[in-house]
């Protein structure tokens, strides 16, 4: 009977991945402009963020398809040494960050003035330019880090794809809709008001077959 693969590797890898407890530099990919700025997790930091975010991710099923693995697992992946998450910790100065979150701005039930103080910024770098997951992908690890937010110790997780992502453009301003939405009401499922009605995806442009009704088995 055939066997399936762990999404947390195996003995059997022959040496294709890096471990978990491995920092290997040369296997990720550098930090892009998201993060320009802001304190860089390196070393053991990196380690333990990126160990909790292979359970975040295997709780709320965030698969890589094309490889059929957990997406944590691309940073390991030494076929692919410049793709997968590279995390800073957003210092709130404004040299540092004139983007940086401020409660304050946003009028709901999500957070209250002062309940925002411990700012991640993740920024993921697909395999390649066109890589048609990448919309899925970056708001799937948006839900999964704050939608488990007890998990760790940041108030807010915001997520970015790398620029040279053809639609990064796009696939950004989704995520800032969707972390402007959550910031209002403390709900990782709300969409913006301005995406009720939205038909297609950044990435598919397939009119009413990009729009996804979410049900209680959907991955994310």
């Given at each position: 009977?055939?066997?399936?693969?762990s999404p947390?590797?195996?003995?059997?890898?022959?040496g294709?991945f890096?471990g978990?407890d491995?920092f290997?530099?040369?296997?990720?990919?550098?930090?892009?402009?998201?993060?320009d700025?802001h304190?860089v997790?390196t070393?053991?930091d990196?380690?333990?963020?990126h160990?909790?975010?292979?359970d975040?991710f295997?709780?709320?099923?965030?698969y890589?398809?094309?490889f059929n693995?957990n997406?944590?697992?691309?940073?390991?992946?030494t076929?692919?040494?410049?793709?997968?998450?590279r995390?800073?910790?957003?210092?709130g100065?404004?040299?540092a960050?004139a983007?940086?979150?401020?409660?304050?701005?946003f009028?709901?039930?999500?957070?209250?003035d002062?309940?925002?103080?411990r700012?991640?910024r993740?920024?993921f770098?697909?395999?390649t330019p066109f890589?048609?997951?990448?919309?899925t992908?970056?708001i799937?690890?948006?839900r999964?880090?704050n939608?488990?937010?007890?998990?760790?110790?940041?108030?807010?997780?915001?997520?970015r794809a790398?620029?040279?992502?053809?639609?990064?453009?796009?696939?950004?301003?989704r995520?800032?809709?969707?972390e402007?939405?959550?910031?209002e009401?403390?709900?990782?499922e709300?969409?913006?008001?301005?995406?009720a009605g939205?038909?297609?995806s950044?990435?598919?442009?397939?009119?009413?077959a990009?729009?996804?009704?979410r049900?209680?088995d959907?991955?994310?």
């Amino acid at each position: 009977m055939p066997s399936f693969p762990s999404p947390f590797g195996s003995d059997d890898d022959n040496g294709l991945f890096d471990g978990y407890d491995e920092f290997v530099a040369d296997d990720l990919p550098r930090p892009g402009g998201f993060l320009d700025g802001h304190d860089v997790l390196t070393g053991a930091d990196h380690l333990a963020f990126h160990r909790l975010t292979r359970d975040c991710f295997e709780e709320r099923k965030v698969y890589d398809m094309t490889f059929n693995y957990n997406l944590a697992r691309l940073n390991l992946d030494t076929r692919h040494g410049n793709a997968g998450f590279r995390y800073a910790v957003e210092r709130g100065d404004a040299a540092a960050a004139a983007d940086a979150v401020d409660p304050a701005d946003f009028d709901g039930d999500g957070f209250d003035d002062g309940d925002c103080d411990r700012v991640l910024r993740a920024e993921f770098t697909p395999t390649t330019p066109f890589c048609p997951q990448t919309h899925t992908l970056t708001i799937g690890a948006f839900r999964a880090w704050n939608g488990l937010s007890d998990r760790h110790e940041y108030d807010l997780v915001r997520v970015r794809a790398a620029p040279m992502h053809n639609q990064s453009e796009a696939v950004n301003d989704r995520l800032a809709e969707l972390e402007a939405a959550y910031l209002e009401t403390g709900d990782v499922e709300t969409e913006a008001e301005e995406d009720a009605g939205m038909g297609s995806s950044p990435m598919t442009g397939t009119g009413d077959a990009g729009a996804q009704t979410r049900s209680t088995d959907a991955p994310f």
